[in-house]
């Protein structure tokens, strides 16, 4: 799977005529499922679009971490330092997890 665009992944609710002329003029490759009632359909990458439960689920993971959801840190710089260890640590968690079920055979 190439990444290398640049792209916006998003649900159908930002299906709009409005949103996919500001991506297009910003070169970006809208990657959002077409709403029920969009006469003229579009295509879109449905692989990539998989790629948003990830996403996802990593936010969820990082909602655990009571500092960041109430945004304790006023600075940016600080509040992108904790971000970034939660991220590890959300990582290491997932990477032991994995490791885990191999050892176990699953």
């Known amino acids: 799977m190439d990444l290398t665009e640049k792209q916006v992944l998003a649900d159908r609710a930002y ?5 996919l002329k ?3 003029e910003q070169s ?3 990657v959002i499922p077409n709403k029920e009632n969009r ?3 579009r295509k879109w990458d449905k692989e990539i679009y998989k790629e948003r439960h ?3 689920c990593f936010f969820n993971k990082v909602k655990n971490y009571r500092r960041l959801v109430t945004r304790f840190d006023k600075k ?9 260890l939660a991220s590890i640590m959300v990582w290491l968690v997932t990477m032991n997890l994995v490791t885990c079920k191999k050892h176990r055979g699953q």
């Open 39 to 41: 006469r003229k359909p």
């Open 28 to 30: 970006a490759t809208p």
């Open 22 to 24: 500001l991506l297009e």
């Open 15 to 19: 299906d709009s005529n409005r949103i």
């Open 76 to 84: 940016a710089d600080t509040f992108m330092a904790f971000l970034t």
């Open 54 to 56: 990830l996403i996802e």
